[in-house]
Each structure stands twice: as C-alpha cells, then as structure tokens.
C-alpha cells in the first residue's frame, strides 16, 4: 500500500527533479507517485525570495534594461522613483512554477521562487502535529467564524478558499481546518453548502456528428492546431464556446483566454452563425486591429452550427487581411477545450442549466463577468483571472471590454446576483 505523504528523501528526490529540469511526469515516476502529487507538493510550500544575481542586486523594475527615466549621474532607487512598475517572470504561472532549474536564474533580477525539501518536511511535520491536536476553539470563536463564512459560502456561493484568502487576518485558523470543521458539523456550513464538493458524477459519453459543413475543416482540424502549436509554442490560445439558456431563446457567446483564465460573454438573441461574426466585428472596432490581432491570434472551437463560418471570423471584411485564425476540437472532445469548460461552471453557478437568459441585457452578463473574473483561484496563485490579463495585456484593455474589478467581499457568484424581483 502506497504511503500518501511524502518522506523526506521523497522530497529531496522532487528538489533534485527541478535542479535537473525534469518534469512533474518524470519526477513522479522517480519517487512512484502521481504527478498532480508533485504539482501540489511544490506549489504548497513555495519559498519566496528578492535576491539578485552575480554582481548585481534585486531589480524588478519593467524600465531596468533602457531606462528612459532616469537622471544622469543619479543611481536608480526603485523605492523613490515614480516611474517604477513591477515585473513578474510569466514563467512562474507555468509549471514548474519555481525557478530551481530555470538556466536564466544566475542573471535574473526578479522575484524568485524556490522549492527547498528542508523547509518543506519542516512545514509538514509543525502541520501533521496541529491537525492531530483536534479543535481548539471555544464557543466566541465558532460563532466569529461562522459570521465571517456564512454570507460569503452560503449566501454568495463563494468556495471555502476565496472566501479564506480574502479573511485572513479575520479567520486566524488555516483553511485545512475550516474543512475540518465542517466535516465535523461543527460550523452552520454543511458539505452540501460548498460548490464542487459534493456535485461530482461520471459524465456519459454521446456520440456526435459534424455540425458544420466539412468543408470548414480543412487545415482547421484539431491535428492542424496540435500542428501549428508544435511550431508557435509561445502562442497564446482563445478557446470559444456557446452557454445556452432555454431551447429557442437567447444564448451566449463565451470567449476564454487560456494563458489567465480570463473569459468575455456575449449576449445573442440566436444561435446562429451572423451573431458570432457580428461580435467579432465589434470586437476589432473597439480595440482597434492591431490590439484585436495581439488578443486573438488563434481561436479554438467546438463543431456548433454557429461557428460554421470561420473565413468572415478570420478574415478583416475592411482590408481582405486575415486577422485571426480558427481551429475546431474534434467531434465529441469537449475536453479539448477544458479550460473553456471548466469556466462555464462559474457560469453555471449564476446562471443555472434551465435559466432563461430571455430578460437579461448585456449590461447584466458583463456584471456576471466581472464578478467571476475577479474571483480569486488557487490555481492562478490566490490571483484573479482579471489581474493576471491586467498583467499580461495592460489595465486598459479590460475597461474597453466593460470589465472592472469587483472587491474581493462583494464577489457574488449565487443566482441572487442577476436575479430581477
């Protein structure tokens, strides 16, 4: 029977796969575990440092390498100057999202991030000690906690961790043990109150035929995609699809950026074909070509009626130039396209399956949006997808798209936000 936690030499053997440029696959196999149980092994005790390189000290200034700022004979200090603007390594949102193998970390100036097995055994065996100790808290301390959750989990349908990572200086417990404590019944939160954990069921496999006309196929096929990724590797992906409300009625076009997990919805009165052209024409009008042509340089989509015109998507109606370039999942492989999915359920939580989208107005989903991309996921580092497009494209371009940032606290991802009594 295979031990679940990691030994120490486990750990030193996950160091030693970084140092060495390994992957969590490779790494995994070494030590017989999975390769989520590397991932999460690293991402949970990340050591964060602000150290230079050889010969040079800490600088993480987006200006340092041509300065247009700075004043002759006066050395830069990064805490006084106006101009200063914070840059993060992109790398470190990927795996292996440390930077002990990384061939650039001698010379490097930025924020680093470190996995070290030292610390980390020293931070499992103080965590093992406080989870066998059992509840600690008094009566005061139950209640406070179930004031601070309850409106946010219950009422909102925030998750367990967003609602931690936004209270942190209000909770004073880990968030292991808030799900300890509801596993216990000891809170007014039940299992059933949060909103992944008890919804997971086997998902049926149904055969699907093309809903486009194949033609549309041709050098747009998912093995075309794979294709075009293998020699553009750095290439930023858009996945899009359709969320419908009720049969016949208004549906919605969703637009999802994989590289920050930050996703645009359209309203359509059809599901038809014209309305998702017609999008994108607007799209290009109000971000102009240039920024239209750095936001979406490939798109990929499922086989919907509604994307059986890829060449007045691709293709700029003003000057004949292509402006994008789609791809199709093959046939029955939604999971092709899983980030994109895996978003609807934010969605989801507002608007769920059955709900007509009849009486709602654009100004309603691009609140929906907003909420949800400033919700705050594990996965992007405790940041929101809306900070991480803000990162990468600039903070502007998000206002263009009717986009603003929600405060953490008032993020509302239950039916009530939309709801028109």
Do not use: W
């Not at 970084?18 to 092994?41: H, M, P, R, W, Y």
């Not at 830069?76 to 992109?90: G, I, R």
């Not at 949006?369 to 494209?393: G, P, T, V």
């Amino acid at each position: 029977m295979k031990n679940k936690h990691l030994s120490f030499d486990e750990r030193l053997e996950i160091e030693k796969g970084l140092k060495e440029g390994l992957s969590f696959k490779q790494i995994g196999k070494n030590i017989n575990k999975d390769c989520t149980t590397v991932a999460k092994e690293i991402k949970n005790h990340v050591i964060f440092k602000n150290t230079g390189a050889k010969g040079r000290q800490f600088f993480d200034c987006v200006h340092r390498h041509n300065c247009q700022f700075k004043q002759k004979g006066i050395k830069c200090n990064q805490n006084n100057c106006e101009y200063y603007q914070k840059e993060n390594c992109l790398k470190l949102l990927k795996p292996p999202y440390v930077c002990n193998g990384c061939p650039n970390k001698s010379s490097c100036t930025l924020s680093k991030k470190f996995y070290d097995a030292i610390k980390s055994y020293k931070e499992y065996k103080n965590t093992l000690v406080e989870n066998r100790q059992g509840i600690t808290f008094n009566e005061k301390e139950i209640q406070n906690l179930n004031n601070i959750l309850k409106p946010l989990i219950i009422d909102k349908k925030q998750s367990v961790h967003h609602a931690y990572i936004n209270n942190k200086n209000l909770i004073m417990c880990s968030e292991k043990e808030i799900y300890n404590l509801i596993d216990r019944g000891v809170l007014e939160i039940r299992n059933i109150d949060l909103p992944r954990k008890v919804r997971y069921r086997n998902i049926k496999k149904s055969k699907t035929s093309y809903k486009i006309d194949k033609e549309c196929l041709n050098g747009r096929r998912y093995q075309d995609y794979l294709n075009y990724m293998e020699q553009n590797p750095d290439t930023n992906v858009v996945e899009m699809d359709t969320v419908e409300g009720i049969k016949g009625g208004k549906v919605l076009l969703t637009i999802h950026f994989v590289n920050c997990s930050f996703m645009l919805a359209f309203l359509r009165e059809h599901n038809d074909a014209q309305s998702v052209i017609d999008i994108f024409n607007k799209l290009q009008e109000i971000l102009g070509l240039e920024l239209f042509q750095k936001l979406f340089v490939i798109i990929l989509t499922d086989n919907g009626s509604e994307f059986s015109n890829p060449k007045e998507i691709e293709i700029d109606s003003k000057t004949g130039n292509e402006r994008t370039k789609i791809f199709y999942c093959e046939p029955g492989r939604p999971d092709q396209k899983g980030a994109c999915e895996v978003n609807h359920e934010l969605i989801r939580r507002i608007l769920p399956k059955g709900t007509s989208f009849d009486n709602l107005t654009q100004e309603d989903i691009n609140i929906m949006m907003e909420h949800i991309n400033s919700y705050k996921r594990k996965k992007l580092n405790d940041c929101s997808a809306l900070q991480l497009f803000s990162l990468i494209y600039g903070n502007d371009i998000a206002k263009k798209l009717g986009i603003t940032e929600i405060s953490a606290n008032d993020i509302n991802l239950s039916t009530s936000l939309l709801r028109k009594d």
